[in-house]
Nanobody
């Protein structure tokens, strides 16, 4: 299941970035998609997810700053990140799963992963 994540970059604190994850139409329709981040020396952490039906889930650390949306025409999921902080600096990965909604924050439940895109936030 190929996943193509892109949109990372370098921004100053308070800035915004939109990450994108493109998938095939079958993957887009059949799977839920999540975003995770991993900073150097840290474990991979859950950021946000959108279920195949469109329900969303967010980590407490990003609530109010991050939105996740699906574009069916482009088979793409977007992660809009606003009010970025230096502690948001990490490699961001998209992944897909068919697990139930209540488990979407668990990285071990995901089946396929994209290659990651770097987000760097400077103070």
């Amino acid at each position: 299941v190929p996943l193509q994540a892109y949109g990372g970059g370098s921004v100053q604190a308070g800035g915004s970035l939109r990450l994108s994850c493109a998938a095939s139409s079958r993957t887009f329709n059949d799977y839920s998609m999540g975003w995770f981040c991993q900073a150097p020396g840290k474990e991979r952490e859950f950021v946000a997810a959108v279920s195949w039906s469109g329900s969303t889930l967010f980590a407490d650390s990003v609530k109010g700053r991050v939105t996740i949306s699906k574009d069916k025409a482009k088979n793409t999921v977007y992660l809009q990140m606003n009010s970025l902080r230096p502690e948001d600096t990490a490699v961001y990965y998209c992944a897909v799963t068919k697990v139930v909604f209540s488990h979407l924050a668990n990285a071990e439940q995901y089946d396929y992963w994209g290659q990651g895109t770097q987000v760097t936030v400077s103070s």
